[in-house]
């Protein structure tokens, strides 16, 4: 009984079920009448005892037996696998690549720019860890590692200074691309600025109140090609001239994204030209937000700009008692020029820009304003436009009577571009006729207009305006010189777009010939109809 004392009657019926079809009748009877086994049942249940344990354990041997030697077949399992992944990798087709061409794979996969500060997980620390060879390769080509930036801007993103002087052991003595940004010192930044004979190209964000951190870079800038320069602060808080930069004999590309107030550096009056000390004639390349004097400052202290992006600050007049500094001479060497203009623009700064006599590129864009008469601008294409191949207009006030005027100076233009950001007039049937080449008569009276023309790109702000059979016949009449169409249409209500313009472009498309129709940012390619709730996308860049 003391089995059945020490389990209640659920236990015995789960006993009773599972032990059914598998144990003596006599056995199953004692669970159930309540009695004790007799001493011959008991002798007998004894023997079974003894019997099925020893069963138990010969079953448990031969399980461990059969656990080991599963063990054993997977350690071989595993073992031969390694061994094919091996000879498999050692035929794989990389392995046939030579290690000059390797290097080159793994050099463009690092980022042109350096945008974070160096990690484990970024390139090319991270293809260390796909095999030796790798390894050996990556550690021994000191060009992956020219790139490096350091954001100092916060104390938790401070950079590791022994993964920064990894990049720089490494690096060798090869040029470095460097991108700073400095709202508070840090020891992974006084590592750095010891390199700074070194630095190629510079991407520099600094407060104000930081300046003085460089001091250590004067005179120490012999490798330095191109500096792209952002001071955040407040204009009045600059006490002392920038001159950090004034000693670098290569230095040959500038831009200034400005001098403002954290994101809103863009909004902010820029650093005057007068704050600003750097070797001015060895520039080719400016970009930078300036007031319409210094503009011409610029252009008197550095006549061998190549290209010239100028972002005119608003509510910034030249002197309307005396002419901009003088004497001007030509920017002989000038290939690009970039002009935008404010909503409240300078009026007179295109009436005195001197002639550019090798120019290949002019975009002027303003927003409310021409920035000067486009008479002016005529005047400065006529001393001006002899190699021009690019124009870009992207003015509210040029209409297109202007337009056609300023095109009649550029006979070898290849490149347009106009922007009707407004519906104001400027892209009209008046225009298209202009630009339509004439039938090929033999008549030598009306040469054709712009005859090398390759590229055209039309923005409209509105599905109004030229109409679609003019437009047709301009495209047409150029095909024989044209190489790509792109019409672009920003509207903010639902319309049906010309079918048979579509239907023009796809059979264009089918033959070979590049366009593009382009409606509230989404390409057309045969879906003629735009939702009236689709959001509209900008199509254009203004100040």
């Known amino acids: 009984m003391s089995y059945l004392e020490s389990h209640n009657d659920v236990d015995s019926e789960v006993v009773l079920a599972q032990c059914t ?38 079953l448990n041997s031969e399980i461990k037996t059969l656990k080991q030697a599963l063990a054993k077949l997977t350690a071989q399992k595993k073992q031969l696998f390694t061994q094919l992944t091996l000879y498999e990798s050692a035929l794989a087709p990389i392995r046939r690549i030579p290690r000059e061409i390797l290097v080159e794979i793994f050099t463009h996969c690092v980022p042109q720019w350096p945008t974070s500060n160096p990690r484990v997980t970024e390139i090319p620390l991270l293809f260390e860890h796909v095999c030796k060879y790798w390894k050996t390769v990556v550690q021994s080509t000191p060009k992956l590692w020219t790139q490096i930036g350091v954001d100092a801007g916060y104390p938790h993103s401070d950079p590791d200074p022994s993964m920064v002087q990894l990049w720089l052991t490494r690096s ?76 670098a004999p290569n230095l040959s590309i500038f831009h200034s994204r400005g001098i403002g107030t954290d994101n809103f550096a863009f909004l902010r009056p820029t650093i005057s030209f007068n704050d600003l000390a750097l070797p001015w004639t060895q520039l080719t390349q400016y970009s930078g937000r300036l007031t319409a004097a210094d503009l011409f400052r610029l252009i008197q202290a550095a006549p061998n700009l190549v290209s010239l992006e100028a972002h005119i600050k608003w509510k910034t007049q030249l002197p309307t008692d005396q002419p901009p500094i003088h004497p001007i001479v030509p920017m002989q060497r000038l290939k690009r020029l970039n002009l935008r203009f404010p909503l409240v623009g300078p009026s007179d700064v295109l009436s005195h820009l001197p002639s550019c006599p090798n120019l290949r590129e002019f975009s002027i864009k303003a927003v409310g304003g021409l920035g000067s008469t486009p008479e002016a601008l005529n005047s400065l294409l006529a001393k001006s436009a002899t190699h021009l191949e690019k124009i870009e207009f992207r003015c509210i006030e040029l209409k297109d009577h202007h337009i056609i005027e300023a095109l009649r100076f550029l006979p070898n233009l290849i490149d347009l571009i106009i922007s009707d950001n407004d519906n104001s007039g400027t892209i009209t049937d ?18 054709p207009s712009l005859p090398q023309l390759k590229v055209i790109r039309l923005d409209m702000y509105d599905a109004v305006g030229p109409s679609v059979q003019v437009l047709i016949s301009m495209i047409q009449s150029r095909l024989a010189t044209l190489k790509s169409v792109q019409i672009v249409v920003d509207c903010h209500e639902c319309f049906c777009i010309p079918t048979p313009l579509v239907i023009h472009a796809q059979s264009l498309q089918r033959s070979g010939f590049d366009i593009c129709l382009s409606f509230n940012g989404n390409n057309i390619d045969g879906n003629f109809r735009i939702p009236a709730n689709r959001s509209v996308v900008d199509c254009y860049s203004f100040v």
Do not use: M
């Not at 009748?25 to 344990?53: H, K, V, W, Y």
């Not at 003595?173 to 991108?179: A, G, M």
């Not at 008046?430 to 040469?447: A, C």
């Open 21 to 58: 079809g598998t144990a003596p009748l006599a056995l199953l009877n004692l669970f159930t009448n309540g009695c004790a086994p007799t001493d011959s049942e008991r002798r007998q249940s004894q023997a079974t005892i003894t019997s099925t344990r020893r069963q138990l354990s010969t």
């Open 172 to 247: 060798a003595k090869c040029p470095i691309d460097v991108c700073i940004d400095v709202e508070s010192p840090s020891f992974s930044l006084d590592v750095i600025l010891l390199h700074s004979d070194r630095w190629r190209k510079l991407d520099l964000t600094i407060t104000l109140e930081h300046i003085s951190v460089l001091s250590p870079i004067r005179g120490k800038l012999s490798s330095l090609e191109h500096l792209d320069l952002t001071v955040i602060g407040e204009e009045d808080s600059l006490v002392t001239r920038i001159d950090h930069f004034f000693s």
């Open 430 to 447: 008046k225009l298209l006729s202009y630009l339509t080449l004439p039938p090929r008569t033999g008549n030598t009276e009306t040469p």
